[in-house]
């Protein structure tokens, strides 16, 4: 397989994995429909930031241990579970308390960008399904004969930037509906299902095999 085959039917699978609905989806609307965009671009840089890592251990050869090592699965897994419930536990506490309508947005100039790329790159980097999926998936992209760590790093580029051009949508979608999900019966709307679908999704990777 050439390398310029290998981009391309790399970018395919992962077009669609990213263009799959699931929690990265669920963040970047619910803060950018919130007004607070500086954080929603830094969920965004947050998660492809950890996309990025994950692409480069697995070409290294690193995040193979977590299909070797049961333990360090299941360290992972569990953090990663406590973490989306108690991110998703925030979320439904937080429409106890909603902003006035006509509020600013809570998008500090300091701390808005860090703090919403922090929340992306936990989110990313504390599932272990996203390494699986780069140690059962990437290797079979990189050509023969390439440079591993190398090719795999430019596949990985590849579903960044899918991932960056797909964010970008969807904050100008949130960005467009801001006003009326600003309204403070949306937002608790917004905040219970966006809530209970973060916590469903740790729910989930606890009790997932």
């Known amino acids: 397989m050439e390398m310029t085959t290998a981009l391309w039917s790399f970018a395919l699978v992962v077009g669609l994995l990213t263009l799959t609905p699931g929690l990265d989806t669920a963040l970047i609307l619910r803060t950018s429909a919130l007004g607070h965009r500086r954080q929603a671009w830094g969920v965004v840089l947050g998660i492809q930031t950890g996309t990025l890592l994950w692409g480069a251990l697995t070409s290294a050869g690193v995040t193979a241990l977590l299909t070797a090592s049961q333990l360090g699965y299941e360290i992972l897994r569990w ?14 506490r937080s429409r106890a308390h909603p902003e006035p309508a006509d509020s600013a947005p809570a998008d500090p100039a300091t701390g808005g960008l860090a703090a919403g790329w922090r929340r992306g790159l936990l989110t990313n980097l504390l599932n272990p399904k996203v390494g699986v999926f780069y140690v059962a998936v990437l290797p ?27 964010s970008t949508v969807l904050v100008a979608f949130a960005q467009a509906l801001r006003t009326r999900l600003r309204r403070p019966a949306a ?17 989930k990777l606890a009790v997932s095999d």
């Open 79 to 92: 953090a990663g579970a406590a973490y989306l419930v108690w991110l998703g536990v925030g979320m439904l």
């Open 140 to 166: 079979q992209f990189i050509p023969a004969g390439a440079p591993h760590f190398a090719a795999g790093v430019a596949l990985t580029c590849v579903h960044v930037l899918e991932g960056l051009l797909w």
């Open 187 to 203: 937002r608790r709307a917004m905040d219970r299902v966006t809530g209970l679908a973060v916590v469903g999704f740790g729910v």
